[in-house]
């Protein structure tokens, strides 16, 4: 093993590490991957899965403890009926129509700032 292994896996755990550490971070990619998914819909209705917000928020290291955070921000915008999970099949998507409050705070705001602001709001 050269000596360089230890140090580029200590940079890259250093890196994963911080992402997650912030959970404000996770929020914000959250928030980014919402606003994508709805903003470009051409229906009624986005559904996506936690794996597929990071892809719209274009972050492609979803690692576990990633997707976990994700599914934890989705479960509660769920349980405060912003979005309607569907557990029908083996991997559990999420729903967002344009009969949520979150659909249209979407569609009119400027940005994934605003929906960063409002997930703030529905975490704490």
């Not at 230890?6 to 919402?34: C, S, W």
């Not at 509660?76 to 559990?92: A, C, K, P, T």
Request: net charge neutral.
């Amino acid at each position: 093993m050269s000596p360089l292994k230890p140090a580029v896996h200590v940079y890259l755990m250093t890196q994963i590490t911080n992402i997650y550490a912030d959970f404000k971070k996770i929020e914000e990619l959250v928030a980014r991957g919402l606003w994508v998914a709805v903003k470009y819909a051409r229906g009624t209705c986005v559904s996506f899965t936690p794996k597929k917000v990071l892809e719209y928020a274009e972050f492609n290291e979803a690692i576990p403890v990633v997707l976990t955070l994700v599914k934890h921000i989705l479960k509660q915008l769920n349980d405060e009926g912003y979005l309607q999970m569907d557990s029908s099949r083996s991997i559990v998507r999420y729903r967002l129509c344009r009969d949520s409050r979150l659909w249209d705070l979407i569609k009119q705001s400027g940005g994934p700032e605003d929906v960063f602001k409002f997930i703030e709001e529905v975490i704490e």
